[in-house]
């Protein structure tokens, strides 16, 4: 069992191995994060799995095409599965107004860069 600040953990640190996939959209499920206020903070993932932050962003975007993996940036932050309708729509919403952010940035640098010809 993986230990953290002397403890041990209920979870072992998950072996990373090539050419295997790790499932943290299992690993959420096992720890029950189910819900917006039972998210799993990105660091508690980071013990568990034994990746670094960038590493666990990877891993979420690559399953987040199977399967649904809400986030958010409030309190700890953290990932969970929703559970209900609502915080789909409320994740939505975040997601939307950050490409909208996103766009915004991209027409300027395109401006900038038709100036430059």
């Known amino acids: 069992m993986a230990t953290g600040s002397g403890g041990i953990s209920r979870f072992p640190v998950l ?9 943290l959209y299992q690993l959420l499920k096992k720890l029950n994060a189910n819900g917006k206020e039972r998210a799993v ?7 568990l799995t034994g990746l670094t932050q960038r590493g666990i962003r ?3 975007n690559r ?6 993996i809400c986030s958010t940036t409030t309190g700890n932050g ?3 599965r929703p ?11 975040v ?7 996103h766009a915004v940035s991209i027409r ?9 010809k």
């Open 95 to 101: 997601q939307e107004q950050r490409i909208k952010r």
């Open 78 to 80: 953290g990932y969970f």
């Open 15 to 23: 072996p990373i191995m090539r050419g295997e996939s790790m499932k």
């Open 83 to 93: 559970a209900n309708r609502n915080e789909i729509k409320s994740f939505l919403a």
């Open 58 to 60: 990877h891993l979420v």
């Open 41 to 47: 903070s990105t660091e508690r993932l980071m013990r």
């Open 63 to 68: 399953e987040r095409k199977k399967h649904f």
């Open 108 to 116: 300027l640098s395109r401006r900038l860069m038709k100036r430059g």
